[in-house]
Nanobody, 117 residues
Framework: QVQLVESGGGLVQSGGSLRLSCAASGSIASMYVMGWHRQAPGKERELVAAMPRIGSANVADSVKGRFAISRDNAKNTVYLQMNNLKPEDTAVYYC???????????WGQGTQVTVSS
């Protein structure tokens, strides 16, 4: 089992910044990919950014240039720095950890990000 605990969500004005953190614990040795997904009301969950233990990140086009994902393998933590936030970024953000890019893996409880216009 893997446990994921997210933090850092909140309410911010358009153009503002937030930093999300996700700390992993448990059987994490096999968790090759860690990342963030989001789900807005009435929409499907979508990938925001994900990063393998070694290698390049996969970042959604809608957030490229504004969001950056980073990973501290020693701390088993993944971060999402979100800059120039827009109202359309409002969603529940979920941390994810998986053994491969194809697996659904484990999910955190989610953290709400609300961007006001």
């Amino acid at each position: 089992q893997v446990q994921l605990v997210e933090s850092g969500g909140g309410l911010v004005q358009s153009g503002g910044s937030l930093r999300l953190s996700c700390a992993a614990s448990g059987s994490i040795a096999s968790m090759y990919v860690m990342g963030w997904h989001r789900q807005a009301p009435g929409k499907e969950r979508e990938l925001v950014a994900a990063m393998p233990r070694i290698g390049s990140a996969n970042v959604a086009d809608s957030v490229k240039g504004r969001f950056a994902i980073s990973r501290d393998n020693a701390k088993n933590t993944v971060y999402l720095q979100m800059n120039n936030l827009k109202p359309e970024d409002t969603a529940v953000y979920y941390c994810n950890a998986a053994g491969t890019w194809q697996e659904s893996g484990y999910w955190g409880q989610g953290t709400q990000v609300t961007v006001s216009s």
